[in-house]
């Protein structure tokens, strides 16, 4: 059984729904407090949505310092599977694990929809059970999504098939409607939308599934 | 023997890139009743005192502080003024 740790910073609030999702696919999800120096036994780690630290400086600036990020770094080091979603993204960029910046939305509007994405690459941990092309309806929430990178990251995102996601209708502005990307190795996955939030009928999609379900197989990265 | 030194930075957006508050502040400043201003860039400005034993130094930790924490260098860019408390 694939065990997830779901990292706890002061203002995250998508935990339990991580937890939930995870254990509804038969996984275990464990809550690990930011102040933890070190991870608990587990297969992946989820860095989830919400607003750490207020968001105060600037999203995931003061979550990237917490004593578990360490840990986090090394676990990814050694090739294990790390996804921020939201928030956990901005924190995972301010870490410096993923390139490039998540600023304002470019309407200067908190969005609060159910998107749809297209699947760019099955490159990763958290796309390797998609395919490409695949449109997932996933929804957003967010006030700092705007994904932001200098053209020459942009070349290396594209040349590497780092991107993973894309919105089909770019709701934020982000460069070349990026909505998740991964690292070289593809083990580290940020993405601004909530797959743990479209993941039962009851929920209005089960199309988070997919990518839920990539990381719990723990099956790796095709094809790096 | 340490000094007590005063610091003003300033965090602004790097040129380049794009800036909505600031166009947003532009875009309304005509019906507002004001002409002729443009070049509208928002950015804030934290202040703090440091110790240090000379000023160099001083500077040396005010600009590891504004690279490390107070500013992302992917998208900002710090300035700052220091003087002694």
Redesign the interface.
């Known amino acids: 059984m694939s065990r997830v740790g779901v990292v706890l910073f002061p203002g995250s609030n998508c935990e339990h729904d991580v937890v939930e999702a995870v254990e509804a696919l038969g996984g275990k999800g464990e809550i690990v407090w930011h102040g933890a120096p070190s991870l608990p036994d587990v297969d992946a780690v989820v860095l989830p949505g919400g607003f750490a630290h207020g968001d105060y400086l600037r999203p995931g600036a003061l979550a990237r310092f917490s004593p578990v990020m360490d840990a986090v770094r090394r676990f990814a080091a050694d090739g294990g599977p790390v996804v921020g979603i939201c928030n956990g993204f901005q924190v995972l960029t301010e870490a410096g694990l993923l390139p490039g910046a998540l600023q304002k939305n470019a309407g200067l509007k908190f969005l609060c929809a159910s998107v749809e994405l297209r699947v760019e690459s099955v490159g990763s941990v958290l796309t390797s059970g998609a395919a490409v092309g695949d449109i997932l309806r996933i929804p957003i929430n967010h006030f700092e999504g705007n994904y932001t990178c200098d053209p020459a990251t942009l070349a290396v995102l594209d040349t590497e098939e780092r991107v993973i996601l894309r919105y089909v209708d770019n709701p934020n502005g982000s460069t070349d409607s990026i909505a998740g990307i991964c690292n070289e190795a593809g083990n580290v996955v940020g993405l601004m939308p909530h797959p743990e939030r479209a993941s039962s009928a009851l929920l209005g999609s089960e199309d988070g599934l997919v990518l839920l379900r990539s990381l719990l197989s723990g099956a790796g990265v095709p094809g790096r | 023997m340490s000094t007590r030194f005063d610091v003003r930075v300033e965090v602004s957006l790097r040129p380049g890139?794009?800036d909505?508050?600031g166009a947003?502040i532009e875009r309304a400043l005509p019906a507002l009743g004001f002409e002729g201003v443009d070049g509208v860039r928002v950015g804030k400005s934290i202040r703090f005192s440091v110790e240090a034993g000379d000023e160099p130094e001083a500077r040396r930790r005010v600009e590891e502080l504004c690279t490390r924490?107070?500013s992302?260098p992917?998208?900002e860019d710090t300035r700052f003024e220091l003087t002694p408390a």
Request: glycine share 0%; proline share 10%.
């Open positions: 890139i794009a909505p508050q947003t924490l107070l992302n992917v998208i």
